[in-house]
């Protein structure tokens, strides 16, 4: 009697290699069903199907296969058990010694805005079922779930090292495969359904291994859907992405994104805009007239900080934006896309790491966000909500008049991208300068006040939390500032207005603040 291996993958890819390799040179038999079966044995693969195996047919519009006992038993008996070498015995049941099974591409299809119905018919069970029971059994059961682990599985095979070490490893990234697949479908129904899950980790499979974390002794891995976000990204040349890469690409496109993003028709109805992002924080912004506009006027802004720093766009790159990219050292860029001829002239930067990243694939989900603390995690809905400037509330005798305005809005939104404390100086939808992550915000103020200067008379200023004291409020008035918006709300408010109309400064409540710790 020769060995049985059970094959029954959505993910075919190098399925035939591996049948092909078990038949002819370990003489396995195959069990499969369905469209496996198939596709087996359209590329000359013998098959024994499930339903003959089993002497019962697929029912129920195939949603029953494998749920039968001759498949689990042949699976779950333990060898060394004689209760269970007599009841296979008894029962006709014959060992399956390799199980290779992937499930149903549910993540796939949800990720295509499929309907509730589709959905639901895209749960597997079957496959689940195969693969614990595999898991469960492993010391007498090799369970394969990815093809990325056949050829290992293959090599040590043939050099008879199939030992019981590589079996728990490879049971545990089955467990791993399925808790990942049942967490897609919780979330799913979640969300479809507006419940409110006590478990709502989104179900991220490992994307890659990255060289390492924030310092090079840390370990660091990346997770994330495949056909959203970041791993759906083009890179069109440079070196491998980073841990600090990411975060910054992250932050730096997070921004951008405030201005609108694409380069169909739409793009023409939204300003030109341009981040440039150090360390997790802006250090330097603008709408421009057009993309090359933008860049120059946000480097202005802090070009010592921008060298080795990222750089967002949310328009098309033009090669005369890639000239002037090309005269200042950057890690990376990011933009919807990048013409030939700048990407022609950005290859001349072989390290320098080039993004394209679709308007289509950005996650415009409700994203939460986790942060790892000692013994849990803290779970908290993205920062996202779009404010409305016509409930703002004007709280001094003097009225920002149109242009100070538009300049409020701008910092504004960028402030809220900068670490707390914040203080963003704008003029002309301009950052002159940025004071981020004080512990106070008279501090944050003093720096970004002295970095601009001269420059920022006339500006504007963003503060992403209240003002306790109206020291701050007093020194943006040595400095010339025309105009503050802040969230309103400390108990000592009135002290700040009141220095305000001393200063013949407009100040606007927002009544939102915005944190970023």
Known sequence: MSPLALISVSDKTNIITLAQILVNKFSYTILSSGGTAQYLIDNGIPVKKVSEFTNFPEILEGRVKTLHPKIHGGILAKRSSQKHLKDMQANKIEPIDIVVVNLYPFQQK??????????????????????????????????????????TFIELLSQGNIDQAYKTKLAYEAFQHTAIYDAAISDWISKEKNLNSR??????????????????????????????????????????????????????????????????????????????????????????????????????????SAFGGIVAFNKNVNSETAHLLCNIFLECIVAPSFDKAAQEILGTKKNLRLLQLNKEVLDSEKKIMYKSIMGGVLVQDKDNKNYNSDEWEIVTKSIPDEEEMQDL?????????????????????????????????????????????????????????????????????????????????????????????????????????????
Request: aromatic share 8%.
């Open 110 to 151: 949800i990720a295509a805005n499929c309907s509730w119905e589709e959905g639901i018919e895209n749960i597997d069970i079957g496959g689940p079922s195969m693969i614990r029971s595999a898991a469960k059994n492993h010391n007498d059961v090799s369970i394969l779930v990815n093809h990325e682990q056949y050829e």
């Open 199 to 304: 478990f709502h980790f989104d179900p991220y499979p490992l994307a890659k291994q990255l060289r390492y974390g924030e310092n090079p002794h840390q370990e660091a891995k990346w997770y994330g859907s495949r056909e959203r976000g970041w791993n759906a990204a083009n890179q069109l040349q440079g070196k491998e992405l980073s841990y600090n890469n990411l975060l910054d690409l992250d932050s730096a496109l997070s921004t951008v994104l405030e201005f609108g993003y694409g380069n169909d028709s739409e793009s023409r109805v939204f300003p030109s805009a341009a981040v440039i992002l150090k360390h997790n924080n802006p250090c330097g912004a603008a709408i421009g007239n057009s993309i090359e506009d933008a860049f120059q006027k946000a480097l202005k802004c802090d070009p010592v």
């Open 409 to 517: 809005k701008f910092s504004w939104k960028i402030c809220k991208h900068v670490k707390s404390n914040a203080i963003v100086i704008a003029k002309e939808k301009t950052t002159l300068a940025i004071g981020a992550g004080q512990m106070n915000r008279v501090g944050a103020a003093k720096i970004a006040l002295e970095a601009s200067k001269d420059l920022c008379k006339g500006g504007v200023l963003a503060s992403d939390g209240f003002f306790p004291f109206a020291d701050t409020v007093e020194l943006a008035g040595k400095y010339g500032i025309k105009a503050i918006v802040q969230p309103g709300g400390s108990l000592r408010d009135k002290e700040s207005i009141e220095m305000c109309n001393k200063k013949n400064i407009s100040m606007i409540f927002t009544n939102q603040r915005h944190f970023l710790h």
